[in-house]
């Protein structure tokens, strides 16, 4: 009975220590949003490797503190890999430019993408081997499914999910990834971690972590030290650099010099590496893989398959930037597409993110409106507008040109206005809920044209003919057409 009662009362005080950590944790995320500025920001850290840049927004900014987010941007050159890796948090990708091949890996799930002999009909060569050797392929191979990404798709990759990325075009391959450090799935702290699989690369969060962060790792690595008989790498390495060299190549089976590739010793080319003579891999046509992903994940859905199943057969990405995905349209004005759980239902639950990609054209309007239940950190892909951005006391806490590279957060219930420049102006938003959703303050289906005349006369003081106006002068719903006036002018 004693030993009962002691048992409960230690998990009684566990359980409600427990919560006193999720609250002060959740304190702490709120009283991040205190904003009383926001700015444009730029990346503040730029890695520069054998194929390709890693440029990195400093997450330690108050306003991507905020929203729980870490951004980077990759540029990968032709035939560069961006070496295999995982997150300890989920991730949002955008493909601004460019195309190429995404890989994930997650155990259990099957090489289902497989080449035997040579000339095999399916069968892709990436590079210029294929037309060297005259059609004919590499001999027997098998992974598990590789996706071929394009300009305008949103790529999802969920916690602790190995993936590397491939450019097998001729131009650059550009994306940018929104990183959700605040989500559930992070057990470990509000700071990025990328755990390398390959090379020894730089860690790109490394240098903006907090200083008292930092001091720790380090006394902690100083132990190891004298533990484990030698120095551990700090500024950049794999996971396997971590393990013994000799049971390392006993778990592999391989010999102690293949092991020493593996761990990335004397491996100085970066994280976005060179693949000579390029990537041979195994891909159907992109058309045939969306509508044979699309129908088999429809297939799994209606039918409640195994839950190993339908993790390696959901689908993964979809384009938002083409013309016919667009979900808001104006002439003159310009057009909206995006995603959320309903359009793609991994971010349903499991990684909780969701995206609209705008163009506006010259002079355009993006009216008046906020997110109701999300943060919005908006990317600029090309052009320029001048953002407004107030808070709920009426204060404007931004009043600038936002240009191509930077990024900007909006506060979840910050009301946003925006007019593009003489070039026209796109972004991407990556929304921090799967389900984000706005509310116009001008326009069609605005909060203003919800509300009554009379009401509105008596809201603002102002007579009934005026308040028509406020209600109904502004036919469109989220663009307005631009007057093609200079933004100077």
């Known amino acids: 009975m004693g030993k009962s009662l002691c048992l409960s009362l230690c998990f009684l005080v566990l359980f409600h220590g427990c919560i006193c950590i999720a609250q002060q944790q959740q304190e702490r995320q709120q009283n991040k949003c205190r904003i009383s500025r926001l700015s444009a920001q730029e990346p503040s850290n730029r890695i520069q490797s054998e194929a390709g840049v890693t440029e990195i927004y400093d997450h330690n900014n108050q306003q991507l503190q905020c929203a729980g987010v870490a951004v980077v941007r990759y540029i990968i050159k032709p035939r560069g890999l961006l070496l295999p890796s ?35 009909q399916g069968v892709q060569q990436v590079g210029e081997q294929e037309e060297q050797q005259g059609g004919h392929q590499f001999s027997g191979d098998q992974h598990q499914k590789i996706r071929e990404v394009q300009e305008g798709d949103v790529f ?5 999910v190995g993936h590397f990325i491939y450019n097998n075009g001729n131009n650059r391959l550009i994306l940018v990834s929104v990183i959700d450090i605040s989500n559930d799935a992070n057990q470990l702290d509000f700071q990025p971690r990328r755990f390398y699989l390959a090379g020894s690369p730089q860690n790109e969060f490394q240098q903006q972590r907090s200083e008292d962060a930092q001091q720790q790792e380090q006394g902690q690595e100083q132990e190891q030290e004298g533990s484990q008989g030698g120095p551990q790498e700090s500024s950049g390495s794999n996971v396997f650099i971590g ?82 995905r667009a979900d808001v349209y104006t002439p003159l004005g310009g057009r909206i597409g995006g995603i959320t759980s309903f359009d793609l239902p991994i971010l349903k639950g499991i990684v909780k993110l969701s995206a609209r990609r705008a163009f506006l054209y010259k002079g355009a309007m993006l009216l008046p409106h906020y997110d109701m239940n ?45 007019k593009a420049g003489d070039s026209g102006f796109e972004f991407v938003a990556i929304k921090t809920d799967e389900n984000g959703m706005i509310n116009t303050l001008a326009g069609d289906l605005s909060l203003i044209r919800a509300m009554p005349v009379k009401a509105i006369a ?23 057409p631009g007057r093609f006036r200079s933004e100077s002018a």
């Open 86 to 120: 995982y997150l300890n948090a989920p991730q949002l990708m955008y493909f601004i430019q460019g195309r190429g091949l995404q890989g994930i890996m997650i155990s259990g799930c099957p090489e289902t993408f497989q080449s035997f002999q040579e000339s095999q």
């Open 374 to 418: 999300a943060h919005s950190i908006i990317y600029a892909i090309r052009g320029s507008a001048k953002f407004q951005i107030v808070q709920n006391q009426g204060r404007t806490v931004f009043n600038d040109v936002v240009t191509a590279g930077r990024v900007i957060v909006v506060p979840q219930n910050f009301a946003l206005m925006m």
């Open 156 to 160: 999802v990759v969920s916690t602790g």
């Open 458 to 480: 008596s809201a603002y003081q102002i007579s009934e003919e005026q308040a028509k106006e406020l209600k109904f002068n502004r036919m469109e719903a989220s663009i307005a």
């Open 243 to 324: 393990f013994n060299a000799e049971r390392l190549a006993e778990a592999f089976n391989v010999d102690a010099q293949l092991i020493r590739k593996l761990q990335g010793q004397n491996d100085s080319r970066g994280n976005i590496v060179r693949v000579e003579g390029g990537l041979q891999a195994v891909f159907p046509q992109r058309g045939q893989e969306e509508q044979g992903s699309e129908q088999q994940e429809d297939r799994l859905h209606a039918h409640g398959n195994g839950f190993e199943e339908i993790i390696c057969s959901l689908r993964l990405k979809q384009n938002i930037g083409e013309p016919r």
